[in-house]
């Protein structure tokens, strides 16, 4: 058995989970028994799971495992055909699509929040006490059943949750209590695990609990993928093999290595409680391996693996810029926005469509002034994220402003859907991605105008068009499914 | 089946508890089920109950009810049988403190686990810690040995919520404690998870009891007898389906109970009176009560006048004590010596008797009432000294042996201001001791009947008790056929008699709710 180790199956999802999903898909495809081992608390992940085509089988989430409801079947609840729902005394009100009120005799003592993205489903039951006071939440999983019941200190804060079987018995309990200046979760209890009573003092010990039990029920090869998540997984107990993927670009400053590995990823480098660590890029390790101890030695694993399609691309009047990826500050969208802005005071037809979420709040703001500033509001598109990649059909060129990659899952992408990409140049990707006049080009000199420039003269050459996407085609190729395994195995020991 | 309501069954029991264990013995006796519903949530309240002669199946606890623990079999929890959840800690007793400290090897406090010293060491709570030296949560343990009440702490140290649990650890009754608009913490809310996880909420636990009675009374066709009104005394006006609702006056509905036409109401049952009409029926202990109940209420309800008091059979047939076989001159009181029972008038009488009878005695037996440094204590003290009667007045505390005591008595005094019925002189008639009591509402003026196995004098008028007590003393004769006559008027509280009572009113609960109520 393989073990995958991440935090959850988000709505929104980063380049690491993709990561990890690309490989639970993959490795399962190839007869590698994986699972999908996650941390964090998520009523969604079903949901979640499906839309980003997960099967269920090959995921075990901690709570659920807790809980006894391990790939369980959905069930759909309406809300008012809850058999919890005390109907002889109590009015359910419909107040919109996504509330409803219980009153009795006109008063509302509870809440029931309708399942989002649902006609009528339960997801949040809210009771209120006689001074309107929040007294206890009840939340309901996607797949129809009471999960966690949340109580409140008297100034608003979480003070228990427990997680529930499906009968009701408490599988887990958490306290929220004070550590140093604030209140939060300060002890984790299993009152009744196989007839035991189990307490942990962090999450993590849990989920090292939790590795645990998992690794004696079936031994496995572990892989972490987050730096959060290594100390549980260096915890476990007679793993077959331990493996820390490293995703991003391992220095502080990559123009000067010299400045040393970023500071969360030292420890994982260098206290061998890992069989190796793994970077997307030979590259990488082989640069690391020069900061660590004699013998350590990184090994490197693809981050992904792409399936291209058939035909090469044809520059066409209209063109499109596009971009995939969070929009976050380390993308440094900004700049992308800017490079538009020259090319399109040239090129009135050229539009940009950008695709992703946002980091933040008041990034999106930040960038909805600038475009605004730069006067091209009816010209970009900022769309949501979505696993849908029709973007690429009508793509003409990917552009990246980032300053850093670990490799550059999204280019790889593009290039599978045969759309060169321009990017500013930056380590891994500019080394073992985007080779300059065959699928895209690097450049240098990192300013708005200069990229601009050579995107304008890509955009004003057919010939040269034609030749980068097919090349790009031909990369794509290489980062093939088959690929992917062949690298993988050399790092795996059954 | 027929409910009697009370918040709870005490080791400390007043009259109220003592009839309820009479009447469910009765009950017993006569193969009629019934149970006691019990309000209030209390660890200990299967034992003292059990101790009171009260078995599970005759208690039925609104907190046992919701949390499915009305029978568990009960089992002692030990210090070492306790899981909490972590390995290799070290125990340390605390005697003087009676409990036990459990700490991590580090050194850090995991639990404190408090038992009881009495009762073997079982574990009556446990204060638990997180890694963080937080004071998270006490569990209280039911005496049966369950954690039956988990009391959830605020990050300074006060309560947030409780939570009830069932014996197999799921969480059903909650109560909430959080900020008032004066920024004052107070219980805000209960949250009850009924069958099928049915949620409802109450704002008070006199809603959440309506409800339970509710529930408990979904087929309909039950007795409820309201023993304590401030319980239910408006729930049982709302019942939601056909139910017999009894209100069960154990005191004097009068505030002066002299003056029953005019005075303020009991405060007890003002609001049960006042909607007198919405109940099926009132009890008395008395006749007399009954009759001036009826007099200034005029209730649309049936009144019934069952005695709260039994005298056991054994009793009843028991070997007289004739009258020469008694100490000469012995007068009792058995009362707790308290401002309502009057006992210095009665110390009064027993001076001016002496004048006359020089044998005359007073023992005195019952707990002295401690309220306000035990001030009725003192001033019967003090009257005992002013006319110097010291070697004739006993104070002789409280005795299990009550039986023996009344054996060789002659004369039971009583001087009190007011009574609910009075079941110490009850019992004296049923030992063949004379009573001379005040004319008091109620119950005294119902037990004795006057010239017949004793005297009624008029109230407050303890010259004229002196006489009474002077009269029966100087005449022998008299002294024994009243004290006949007390053995065998004490036949009216037999079992027989008093369950007779209990069937009128079952009998007339059976034609209100065309059904049998026994069932």
């Known amino acids: ?494 | 089946m027929i409910y009697f309501i009370n918040f709870g069954m005490p080791d400390h029991k007043s009259g109220i508890e003592h009839a309820e264990v009479k009447r469910i013995k009765l009950f017993e006796h006569y193969q009629v089920p019934c149970r006691l519903v019990v309000r209030d949530w209390n660890k200990n309240l299967h034992e003292t109950a059990n101790a009171a002669g009260i078995d599970d199946k005759h208690l039925l606890g609104m907190f046992d009810f919701f949390q499915e623990a009305q029978e568990v079999p009960a089992k002692t929890i030990k210090v070492n049988d306790l899981d909490f959840g972590l390995r290799n800690l070290t125990i340390t007793e605390e005697n003087e403190k009676s409990r036990y400290l459990v700490k991590r090897q580090n050194g850090k406090l995991v639990a404190r686990v408090n038992y009881d010293k009495n009762a073997d060491k079982r574990v009556v709570s446990t204060e638990l810690f997180d890694g963080y030296n937080n004071l998270y949560r006490v569990d209280l343990y039911d005496s049966r040995g369950f954690c039956s009440l988990r009391q959830w702490y605020t990050p300074d140290n006060k309560i947030g919520s409780e939570e009830w649990l069932t014996p197999d650890g799921r969480s059903v009754i909650r109560t909430f404690y959080k900020f008032d608009i004066h920024n004052k913490l107070t219980k805000t809310g209960w949250l009850l998870r009924d069958k099928n996880h049915e949620v409802h909420t109450f704002d008070t636990l006199d809603q959440f009891f309506e409800y339970f009675l509710n529930r408990i009374n979904e087929q309909g066709k039950n007795v409820f007898v309201l023993d304590r009104s401030l319980l239910a005394d408006g729930a049982l006006t709302r019942l939601k389906r056909p139910a017999y609702t009894v209100l069960h006056l154990h005191n004097s509905q009068a505030g002066d109970s002299q003056d029953p036409m005019h005075s303020i109401v009991n405060n007890n049952y003002e609001y049960s009176l006042a909607n007198i009409d919405s109940y099926s029926a009132v009890v008395s202990a008395t006749k007399r009560q009954t009759d001036d109940v009826i007099a200034r209420f005029k209730p649309v309800a049936k009144s019934f006048t069952i005695p709260v008091g039994i005298v056991p059979d054994e009793t009843l047939r028991a070997p007289q004590v004739k009258e020469d076989a008694r100490t000469f001159g012995k007068v009792v009181a058995v009362a707790r010596i308290a401002h309502e029972k009057r006992l210095d008038d009665l110390v009064r009488a027993i001076a001016l008797v002496k004048e006359e009878v020089s044998e005359v005695t007073l023992d005195l037996y019952g707990y002295a009432d401690p309220s306000n440094n035990y001030q009725e204590k003192r001033k019967v003290v003090e009257t005992i000294n002013e006319l110097g009667v010291n070697d004739i007045v006993k104070f002789k505390g409280y005795t299990s042996n009550i039986g023996e005591v009344l054996d060789k008595a002659q004369i039971f005094g009583l001087t009190s201001r007011m009574e609910g019925f009075n079941l110490a002189i009850m019992e004296a008639i049923s030992h063949g001791v004379v009573g001379v009591t005040y004319d008091v509402n109620y119950g005294p003026n119902d037990i004795v009947q006057d010239e017949h196995n004793g005297y009624i004098v008029d109230y407050g008028d303890y010259q004229a008790l002196a006489q009474k007590m002077i009269k029966l003393f100087k005449d022998k004769k008299l002294m024994q056929e009243f004290s006949t006559n007390a053995y065998s008027s004490s036949e009216r509280y037999s079992n027989e008699n008093v369950w007779h009572a209990w069937q009128e009113l079952l009998k007339d609960a059976n034609e209100t709710l065309k059904g049998d109520v026994t069932k």
Not at chain 1, 138 to 157: A, K, L, Q
Not at chain 1, 340 to 369: M, N, V, W
Request: charge should be neutral; aromatic fraction near 10%; avoid cysteine.
């Open chain 1, 1 to 494: 058995m393989i073990y995958l180790v991440g935090e959850n199956v988000f709505s929104f999802n980063s380049g690491t989970e993709f990561s990890q999903f690309e490989r639970l898909k993959a490795f399962n495809e190839q007869g590698f028994k994986t699972k999908l081992l996650l941390r964090n608390y998520s009523r969604m992940l079903a949901k979640d799971m499906e839309k980003h085509g997960i099967a269920k089988e090959n995921v075990i989430n901690m709570y659920d495992y807790f809980q006894e409801t391990v790939a369980l079947e959905r069930t759909e609840k309406p809300l008012r055909l809850l058999d919890s729902m005390a109907l002889k005394d109590y009015h359910i009100v419909g107040i919109d699509n996504n509330i409803s009120e219980l009153r009795y005799q006109g008063k509302v003592i509870g809440k029931v929040h309708v399942m989002p993205e649902t006609i009528g489903l339960v997801g949040v039951i809210e009771y209120f006490d006689s001074l309107g006071h929040t007294t206890l939440k009840e939340h309901w999983d996607w797949r129809g059943f009471r999960s966690m019941v949340e109580t409140y200190h008297p100034n608003g804060e979480i003070a228990t949750q427990e997680y529930l079987k499906q009968d009701g018995t408490i599988a887990l309990e958490v306290v929220h209590m004070q550590i140093g200046d604030k209140v939060l979760p300060s002890s984790w209890k299993l009152p009744n695990y196989k007839g035991q009573t189990y307490v942990f003092d962090t999450q993590d010990q849990l989920f090292t609990f939790f590795l645990n039990e998992v690794n004696a029920s079936e031994p496995g090869i572990f892989i972490s993928d987050r730096r959060t998540l290594d100390n549980s997984v260096a915890n476990v107990i007679n793993a077959k093999q331990k493996l820390a993927f490293i995703h991003s670009a391992p220095f502080v400053d990559n123009k000067n290595v010299q400045a040393g590995i970023v500071p969360s990823y030292r420890d994982v480098l260098t206290n061998q409680k890992f069989d190796q660590v793994l970077f997307p890029t030979k590259q990488a390790a082989d640069q690391v391996k020069e900061f660590l101890p004699n013998g350590v030695a990184p090994g490197f694993a693809p981050d992904s693996w792409v399936t291209p399609v058939k035909e090469a691309k044809q520059l066409t009047a209209q063109k499109t810029l596009v971009y995939v990826g969070r929009l976050a500050e380390e993308k440094n969208i900004g700049d992308l926005l800017k490079t538009f802005k020259y090319l399109h005071d040239q090129d009135k037809t050229l539009r940009l469509k950008l695709q992703g979420y946002f980091s933040s709040q008041a990034y999106r703001e930040r960038l909805q002034k600038l475009v605004a500033e730069l006067k091209i509001k009816d010209v970009v598109t900022f769309m949501n994220y979505d696993l849908d990649l029709s973007i690429y059909a009508k793509a003409t060129l990917f552009v990246n402003t980032s300053d850093s990659e670990g490799l550059g899952m999204n280019m790889l992408e593009s290039m599978a859907h045969a759309v060169p990409v321009i990017s500013y140049a930056v380590p891994y990707t500019k080394d073992d991605l985007i080779k300059d006049g065959e699928n895209g080009f690097n450049v240098k000199n990192k300013t708005p105008k200069i990229l601009a420039n050579k995107i304008a003269d890509v955009l004003s050459s057919p010939t040269e068009y034609q030749k980068l996407s097919n090349g790009a085609l031909m990369t794509a190729k290489k980062h093939s499914k088959k690929a992917f395994i062949d690298a993988w195995q050399q790092v795996l020991s059954f």
